[in-house]
């Protein structure tokens, strides 16, 4: 998508990014430069508003579990 610096150093936001990360007037957002690329980044964004962005996995493991592969991972490292 395309858009348009201004003279005073603005560009808008297209609005299906702003869909996508849930952005309307007075959020925050942080702009991270990195190999010559910008991210941006909303910062105010509610937790809640996350939720579903993660597929569940296909086949849900225990906190034990978790814990065992942690171990076994760092005895062999």
């Known amino acids: ?30 702009f991270i430069f990195k190999n010559n690329v910008v991210e941006i980044v909303p910062t105010d964004i509610s937790v809640k508003s996350l939720k579903g962005i993660v597929p569940k996995p296909a086949n849900p493991v225990t906190i034990e579990e978790m814990n065992k592969a942690i171990e076994d991972y760092h005895g062999r490292n």
């Open 1 to 30: 998508m395309l858009s348009t610096l201004t003279s005073k150093g603005q560009i808008t936001i297209p609005v299906e990014i702003r869909k996508k990360l849930g952005l309307h007037t007075g959020n925050k957002v942080n």
